[in-house]
Structures are given as structure tokens and as C-alpha cells.
């Protein structure tokens, strides 16, 4: 291509960044008047294009893929990525693969271009909005009056069961924001994945770094160190997976991982009075990680009630010891062990001392082959405060689960799960899950799940699931539910 067309192909890029008053045109043979004087203009003054050694740009003979080549690269290096438009990027991104050879030959690395490109394209403005949308078609069958795979009677439901959007920007290379907005649902009560009255901002805070390396994080933000360390799949936590609002500073010596945090309005806690506000929360992780195959840490939730009004010792101080030692990078054993000091209008006349602990054995399916097998018993006495009881459901507190009839008394519940999941190819899965409970107390019956299903990645946006599950509580005469509830899932996910 003639080179006064090829600058056309990058000056966008770049033009912006530099004033074309303030750009003076070095080329002899681009004279003021030219047509492409202010775009040459500006690209010299950015270092992008070069002239001969006889002072002249001879724009008018065809260019080089090499000398192209070299202009990409030197734009790349130009562009300003808080002014970049999504055309800006998109242009640039064709170019760094239309030259890639020739930038190779020139001793530029692609792969450091291709990064930069990555950069200009996620942090366009430094703004950055993604999103996920998940619908549900649920037939049910239930031999009770009151189905727990869908709201009300009814036996089937069609459910906008999740909207999410996540808007990010980062601020500097120390600053960053992140929010997340949740609606879904059909029903406005369901907290945050109902219709419009149910939605709420779950998270909305914001990083930075302090002296001495200290993390920083201020605002409302999730509080799930179970997750973090890789100790529950497909179902929630024990005790945690909640949402704070407050402080959260973290810092590594080494080694060693502490997080801390000071907060109010935690669900765990709030749970126990009904009234939201009602806890402040002091909170302390200590990770420890000597190698690639052992961690090692503890945890302390602090929750000191401090509502207007109510009356008594309602605080909740909480305790966790977890491990986990990887035998290969496949083959894992882990678990976590949490006890409880109850104030004693918690407690009531049940214990005041609860504990909760489960074991994991985690087998990835390259150890296996054909799938992997997650083999998890837990235990938790049943005056065990935030414990989650829907952790083994298929799809959360909307669907029936073995734990749904732990009951509140001195006894303790003794659960089992097991999944497995097999990755037939990029697109393909199927899963089966299994689960029982055996509450320990008279009257109530254990309780059994089993369930599958088979998913498919139909782009790397849109996902197709079909799935069965069925619960089977038992006829006890001190169940809260009772019978067999079974439910077939069509789930739909996009992700944008």
C-alpha cells in the first residue's frame, strides 16, 4: 500500500494523544497544505513513522510489509488506554495479526504485543462491564403439598433463576473497583433474584495499597475463606460465603497469608437475631503455605451483638483449624474443623460449645481419566449456629436438600456427598452427585439424594444443562418436610 494510506490505518490510534497544533511535520517532501501534513505530523512527533536520511518521507511509493510492521509496533507502544475506543483496539488487534511474522523478524515479541492488546481491550476508559444470565425450566414432582424445587405448590416453575452484573475499573496499578449487582427469579422476595424488587448491589468495594504492601479492601464485600482454600464444590460452605460491610486489610510475610477484617451487617450472625445491623464482626485468617503441597491455617469470626434494644449475651464467636495436603497434583486430601463459644441467649438450654468439621478427598479427573470424585463427610452438632443446612442441594436454597430437616437440639447430624464429574471434551460434561443425612434424633427420618445430569458448551457464551434430582426425606413424624420431591432442570446460561 502507498504510505501516505497506510498512516491512515494506525493514526487513530494515536492521534488523540497529541494536539495536531502542537505536532510540527519534519518531512521535506510533506509540505503545510499537503493533505496528510497533520496526520504525519502527529505520528512523528509519537515516533510512529520515520523518514529517509535525506530528510524525506516519500509517501507517494509503496511501503514495506516491514516498514508496516514497524509502525504497528511503535503505535502499540503510542496508544493511551484510558482514550482507546473498542474500534481503536479492534483496529490494532487485526494489525498485530496481519504482521505478526514480520514483527517476529524484527525482534519484537508478539506475545508481549498480543498482552498489550489484551490490556487496551479490558481496560477500555478503565471501565469494564460483564455480566451473566441463567434461566431455569423446572418440572417437578412432589408427593408433598409444598414443593421445594420451585415456590408454592406448583410442581413446575419457569425461573429467571439468576441476572448478574459485574462493572469493574481500574483506578491506577494500586487502585481498583469492583461491583456486582444480582437480580433473577420470579419473586421479589427471594433476595436479590426476584424481578426488579428484589435486586441489590452484593458487592461494591474498592482495593488499594498501603505502605508496607498492605492490601486494603473497603466497602461491602463476600467473606468465604472455604472457597478460597478449595473446600466445597458444587454446594456452599459450613460456615461462611457471606457478605460483610466494612474493612478488610490482608499482608504476607512470607509464606504466611493474614487477612483480617472489621465489619457489620454479616448474614451469619444477623441470621441468629433476624434483625440485619445487629452484629459488628471481627474477623482473622492465617494461611500458611511451605510448599506446593501443604497448607495449613485458622480462622476467627468475632460476633459481638450490639443491637438497640436487645437485651441478653447473643454473641457468636466462631473458630476454624483447616489443612490440606496434595499427594499428587491430582489426588488431594483436605478439611476444616470449626467450634463455637455461644453467648448464652444463643445457646438457650442446648449446648453453648457447638462444633462442625468435615473431611474431603478431592480426585481430579486426569488421575482418574474418565471423571473426577469428590468424597466428603461432615458432621455438625445441631445447635451449630450459621451452618448452612442447603450446602448439598443441587442448585441452593431454591432446591430440596438432605439438610433441609436438621433439627435444633443437642445431638449432632452426620451427612455424606459425593460427586462426580466427567469432561468427555472441551464442550461435553455429565455429572452424578449423591447425598444422605442422618440426623441423629428420633422422629426424623435420614434422608437421601441422588441426581445427574449432562451439560454442553454451545459457544463460549451460551451453556445448555439438563438435569435430574430427587430428595427422599422419609415419612418421620418430627420431619419438617416429608416424602419424595423430584425435579427435571433445563438450564440455560449465558455469559457476556
Known sequence: MKKFMAIFAVVALVAFAAPAFAATNPFMDVPAGHWAYDAVAQLASRGVVSGYPDGAYKGSQPTTRYEMASVVARALAAVDMDKASQRDVDLLKRLVLEFKNELDALGVKVSDLDKRVALL???????KIR?????DAMF???DSDNSRYTVGPQDNEFSKERFRLFLTKTIDENT?????????GNFGSEGGRGDQAGGR??????????PW??????GRFA??????????????AIFGDFRADGFLLNKSFGNLNATAAVARNIGRF????GTMGDYMAYILDLNFRPNEKFFLGATGYWGLEDGNGIVGDWDINTYGIYAGYSFTPSIALKGIYYFQDLGDNVAGSYDDSPAAWKAIIDIKQEALKFTSLWIEYSEQDNNFKGALEDRYSIGGTRYASVGDNIPVNDETTSMWFVYAKQQWNPKLNTFLRYAQADYDTAGIDDAKEFGGGIGYQYTPALYFELAYDQVDYGTGVGNKYQDKESVIRFRTTVNF
Do not use: C, M
Open 140 to 142: 417437578g414432582d412432589s
Open 223 to 236: 467473606v468465604d475463606f472455604e472457597d478460597a482454600y478449595g473446600l466445597y464444590i458444587d454446594n456452599d
Open 121 to 127: 481491550e479490558d481496560g477500555i476508559g478503565g471501565w
Open 213 to 218: 504492601d498492605i492490601g486494603l479492601r473497603v
Open 176 to 184: 481498583y473497583f469492583y461491583a456486582q449487582y444480582r437480580t433473577g
Open 131 to 135: 455480566g451473566i444470565f441463567r434461566f
Open 201 to 210: 448491589w452484593t458487592h461494591l468495594y474498592v482495593d488499594t495499597k498501603l
Open 270 to 273: 444477623d441470621d441468629v437475631t
